[in-house]
């Protein structure tokens, strides 16, 4: 079983990741999801912890071994990468969704000087709006982003083309295919529930059940 599938099979078995086809999760957005993906579940669980740090490390380290800072999206991606930074021995901050409205009003917590590389860690991509608005904000502070790691991705299509409009290669220890894979081997979806899984995921925006 290769690292996508194994990953994905953690994630079921901790239950950060669910699937109902019957009653939908409702998102921020207002989509209806069959699947849902928590990865904060990830830190109460220390053998699944310690893989995710240690694929991190090794997807930066194979696929951008110049970074010179480690980049988390707060929230949910701060504890991730701050754990592969710390096996790296590479500098850490962490970038806020808005500024601060107090204190120094900052978005970007830690220190970042102009021109470093900078890899961004994320915990989970959906359409990757929120993503890349942390590469903006990096990129306006002098920052050179030079790429995204993260646990897992929907892999919509609206988020693929987002991130190559954007020039941010993006590299994601699991993803929805490794997950149907996975699901079906394990008898928790049938071919027939794929089908409707796989309508979901082309057009998350309008699908029901």
């Known amino acids: 079983m290769n690292t996508q599938k194994q990953f994905a099979e953690k994630l079921l078995q901790i239950k950060a990741l669910q699937i109902n086809l019957q009653q939908p999760y409702k998102w921020a957005s207002g989509w209806n999801s069959p699947v ?3 990865n904060r579940k990830v830190l109460s669980f220390p053998y699944v912890r310690d893989f995710v ?6 997807m930066v380290l194979e696929h951008f071994p110049d970074a010179d800072v480690i980049a988390g999206v707060a929230t949910a991606g701060i ?28 978005q ?7 021109g470093q590389k900078v890899v961004v860690v994320e915990d989970l ?3 990757g709006k929120s993503s890349l ?36 290669p993006l590299f994601t220890i699991s993803n929805y295919n490794a997950l149907m ?11 027939e529930q794929r089908a409707k899984l796989a309508e979901w995921r082309t057009s998350p925006s309008t699908w029901s059940i």
């Open 36 to 38: 849902y993906c928590d």
């Open 53 to 58: 740090k240690s694929e991190l490390a090794n």
């Open 79 to 106: 504890a991730h990468g701050v754990m592969a930074a710390d096996l790296m021995k590479l500098p850490f901050i962490y970038v806020r969704s808005k500024p601060k409205e107090h204190g120094m009003g900052n």
């Open 108 to 114: 970007i917590e830690g220190v970042l000087e102009a």
């Open 125 to 127: 991509i959906s359409t």
């Open 133 to 168: 608005e942390v590469v903006e904000a990096l990129r306006a502070n002098g920052a050179e982003v030079i790429g995204m790691c993260g646990l897992f991705t929907y892999g919509f299509p609206v988020a693929e083309e987002a991130f190559a409009a954007a020039h941010v």
């Open 181 to 191: 894979e996975v699901a079906e081997d394990l008898k928790i979806v049938d071919a």
